[in-house]
Nanobody, 121 residues
């Protein structure tokens, strides 16, 4: 599976942004899809994941109620809708594919190239 993330940009605090990840290959629906981020001075951290059918999602506490992950297994895309963005959300965001529902980055076999989100105060 090849992944291509897009949608990043520069926004102000309180704004919304929608990230997309397009997957190539016929096996997209067999993978759990996740979003991770890497902030300046921090390691890569889990943000959200969604199961194969798209009816179950997992979120890290600091994005719950603000971010929503969804997927379209026909279009082979996964989306991260980010609302009420804060400067602390500034990071490079990566989409990734895993054979299991997990928060661990080591469980994810395929990674997109990342898209930069910058939130100004």
């Amino acid at each position: 599976v090849q992944l291509q993330a897009s949608g990043g940009g520069l926004v102000q605090a309180g704004d919304s942004l929608r990230l997309s990840c397009a997957a190539s290959g016929r096996s997209f629906s067999s993978y759990v899809m996740g979003w991770f981020r890497r902030s300046p001075g921090k390691g890569r951290e889990f943000v959200a994941s969604i199961n194969r059918s798209g009816d179950n999602a997992d979120y890290v506490d600091f994005v719950k109620g603000r971010f929503t992950v969804s997927r379209d297994n026909v279009k082979n895309t996964v989306t991260l809708q980010m609302n009420s963005l804060a400067p602390e959300d500034t990071a490079v965001y990566y989409c990734a594919a895993s054979p299991e529902f997990s928060r661990w980055s080591t469980s994810y076999y395929y990674w997109g190239q990342g898209t930069l989100v910058t939130v100004s105060s």
